[in-house]
């Protein structure tokens, strides 16, 4: 038989705000409720608000999400004029969120309604079209007093009455912990997956849930119980598998086991039989980590890799006085096949500043290790003999500066510095010293550049 290899022509699927016509210009709008006044169409909304509420509120910001104001300023029904959501709470009842809903004719914020929320606070709000008529739903999180883990979901429609004015409609409430937009069926049209703790049983349950929307109508179309283990989720992301003529949206759920530890559950929705599977058996032993590393593409193939920790061999994170106060892990980036096998597909060792990886390259295995300052968190790699357990030269040095001007101590190597860019834009300097060794090792500024993730 003609076995041929796994192609894998993929995507990741970005959990990102895909509707963009919503504006993020009140984002210090919160601190400026008192004087001094705004000017201008956002004085004009903090008025209409004002006059509508009354001044004795206090403004309650989203803690997460693509929103963090408490003034939330969309086009909610596509009509193509804003409209405004502003979450605060009265000073005499701090215990309920409401949610003050602005429209704007002829130019002009007024108060269409005011609606009471569902918690404390706001976790997070979202706007996303989840039925696929291009007119986003509106995801409001709602964090609930005394419960760390459980939020509420609220899916709110906004559309015109038939007087023209603006109406917002509750379509569902949820409780969950984290939620995710996942095209579970790739059909082009995202589905919703939440995770929800249920603690009301004797046995504690948590559940991953998948919803999908026709028209109005939100409903549940698969759930599946998650290893107990997990109290809370540190992250969620997707992505699509193709190969062997076998195409799947996966769900990786990072848990937090406690407080450190992370495992990850694999999920897929099965279209035949219409359910959520688990794609990695056992999970929260097979992929349990004593470290708070998320699930992320790490060779830029398209595919997430599950992070596993290991021990890197001679490693040492020493103290000012240059002892040894502890070893460093290696991280083993596993990527997951048809099967359920994992097999490693990258090794780094994280920083401990938390800005970045290196990765360290299948040939250094057994003749390179690392050490690490405890103070500043230089990173230095070295020869290692492996047999004796002896550290030999060191070939390269990084250490990690916000900006050129700080400078970390270098003078003893011929430094130079690489500028690297996070994700979020995050611009890091990365000083870099090869010594000579390093040269003859082979070692060059431009490898090292590679070999550096930035977190
Ligand atoms: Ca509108
Ligand atoms: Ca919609
Ligand atoms: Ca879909
Ligand atoms: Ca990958």
């Not at 989203?62 to 029904?77: H, I, L, R, T």
Request: aromatic share 10%; net charge negative; with cysteine.
């Amino acid at each position: 038989m003609n076995r041929r290899a796994l192609s894998a022509v993929t995507a990741i699927v970005l959990i990102v705000l895909l509707f963009n016509g919503c504006s993020l210009r009140f984002a210090s709008m919160d601190k400026l409720m008192h004087p001094p006044k705004l000017t201008g169409d956002n004085y004009q909304l903090q008025e209409a608000f004002e006059k509508a509420v009354g001044s004795d509120v206090v403004l309650k910001t989203p803690v997460k999400g693509s929103y963090q104001s408490a003034f939330v300023v969309c086009d909610a029904d596509d009509d193509g004029g804003e409209e405004a959501f502003v979450f605060y709470v009265k000073e005499s009842d701090a215990s309920v969120v409401r949610m003050n809903v602005l429209d704007k004719v002829d130019g002009k914020w007024f108060s269409v309604t005011d609606m009471k929320g569902n918690g404390n606070g706001v976790y997070s709000v979202e706007f996303y079209d989840l039925n696929g008529d291009t007119v986003p739903e509106m995801l409001v999180g709602w964090s609930l007093y005394g419960s760390k883990v459980n939020r509420i979901l609220t899916i709110y429609e906004c559309a015109a009455w038939e007087d023209g004015s603006l109406g917002v409609e509750v379509l569902a409430n949820e409780y969950y912990n984290e939620m995710a937009f996942v095209d579970v069926d790739f059909d082009g049209s995202s589905e919703l997956f939440l995770v929800r703790f249920d603690d009301s049983g004797q046995i504690p349950q948590v559940f991953g849930s998948v919803y999908g929307m026709q028209k109005d109508l939100v409903s549940l179309i698969g759930e599946i119980k998650l290893d107990t283990n997990m109290s809370s989720v540190y992250s969620i992301n997707t992505d699509f598998f193709s190969g062997d003529g076998k195409s799947m949206t996966r769900i990786f759920i990072d848990g937090i086991r406690s407080d450190t530890m992370v495992f990850t559950e694999v999920l897929t929705f099965d279209t035949v039989s219409a359910s959520l599977m688990r794609l990695v058996e056992n999970a929260s032993q097979q992929t349990f980590r004593n470290m708070r590393v998320a699930s992320r593409d790490i060779d830029g193939d398209g595919l997430l890799e599950i992070p596993m920790l290991s021990e890197m061999p001679g490693s040492s994170l020493k103290n000012e006085s240059e002892l040894s106060v502890g070893s460093i892990s290696l991280v083993e980036w596993k990527s997951l096949g048809l099967s359920g096998r994992l097999s490693v597909r990258k090794r780094t060792v994280a920083n401990g500043s938390g800005l970045y990886m290196l990765e360290i390259p299948a040939k250094w295995l057994g003749s390179v290790t690392v050490s690490e300052s405890s103070v500043n968190h230089d990173m230095s790699v070295m020869q290692y003999d492996s047999k004796n357990a002896a550290e030999g030269d060191v070939l390269f040095v990084i250490s990690a500066v916000y900006d050129r001007t700080s400078s970390a101590e270098t003078s003893d190597f011929t430094g130079n510095s690489i500028s690297l860019s996070s994700e979020s834009g995050d611009k890091y300097v990365f000083e870099v010293a090869v010594t000579d060794s390093g040269k003859a090792f082979g070692i060059t500024e431009e490898q090292i550049r590679e070999l550096i993730k930035v977190n």
